[in-house]
C-alpha cells in the first residue's frame, strides 16, 4: 500500500504559476500510473492531468492542456504538477492518486490510492 501527501498549495493572482508535490511512502511510485485531481465546492472531482508508470505518456483536459504539466521523479518518490496561467476557476482542493496499472486513465473510479488533498486558490 502507498500512502500520498500533497504540498503546495497557496493562495495566488489570476496568471500566476504554482508548483504542487506529491509525496509517496510505503512503496515505490515506480510500480504506479498517477493523476491529479481536484474538487470544487458543489462540483465532481475531475482530472486534470496523468502520467503512465513508464512517464513515457501524459494526458490532460482541455480545460488544463498548455497550462498544466505533470511530470514524476521515481528517485525522489514524488510526483508534481506544474500550473501556469492559473484562472479563478482553477480554485479548488487538489488530489494527488495513484493507480495499479501502466496506462494513463481519467477515471476516478479506477485510481487505488489518494492523497489528502491541498487547496489552491486563485484570485481575480
Known amino acids: 500500500q502507498v500512502q500520498l501527501v500533497e504540498s503546495g498549495g497557496l493562495l495566488v493572482q489570476a496568471g500566476d504559476s504554482l508548483r504542487l508535490s506529491c509525496a509517496a511512502s510505503?512503496?515505490?511510485?515506480?510500480?504506479?500510473?498517477l493523476g491529479w485531481f481536484r474538487q470544487a465546492p458543489l462540483k465532481e472531482r475531475e482530472l486534470v492531468a496523468t502520467i503512465s508508470r513508464s512517464g513515457v505518456r501524459t494526458d490532460y483536459p482541455d480545460t488544463v492542456k498548455g497550462r498544466f504539466t505533470i511530470s514524476r521523479d521515481n528517485a525522489k518518490n514524488t510526483v508534481y504538477l506544474q500550473m501556469n496561467s492559473l484562472k479563478p476557476g482553477d480554485t479548488a482542493v487538489y488530489y494527488c492518486?495513484?493507480?495499479?496499472?501502466?496506462?494513463?486513465?481519467?477515471?476516478?473510479?479506477?485510481?487505488?490510492?489518494w492523497g489528502q488533498g491541498t487547496q489552491v486558490t486563485v484570485s481575480s
Open positions: 492518486a495513484a493507480r495499479t496499472g501502466a496506462y494513463t486513465s481519467f477515471r476516478v473510479s479506477e485510481y487505488d490510492y
Open positions: 510505503g512503496r515505490t511510485l515506480n510500480s504506479y500510473s
